[in-house]
């Protein structure tokens, strides 16, 4: 999410463009906080796609066309992820 101002100077926030509406099923969600991503899954599509947290830089990584993928962790803390189930 990001933030403008209004004509009284007040913080608004707007929203981040994202490629969830083009998601049929979004699943699992997982967030990458020290690099700022988001990891999703789509059980319809059967992908794993990736965005920057405020929406932009999105893109499919992988297509399981013999997995419907519902659950993704990540945690780059310990350098793992994203791991899909």
């Given at each position: ?50 965005s920057r947290v405020d929406g ?30």
């Open positions: 999410m990001t933030m403008s101002k209004d004509s009284n100077e007040q913080p608004v926030p707007q929203q981040a463009p994202t490629k969830w509406s083009a998601s049929r099923t979004p699943m699992g969600l997982a967030v990458d906080w020290i690099h700022n991503t988001l990891y999703w899954t789509d059980v319809s599509y059967h992908t794993v796609s990736v932009s830089w999105s893109l499919t990584l992988i297509t399981l066309h013999n997995m419907q993928p519902s659950f993704i962790a990540v945690h780059p803390g310990k350098g793992y992820g994203p791991v899909i189930a």
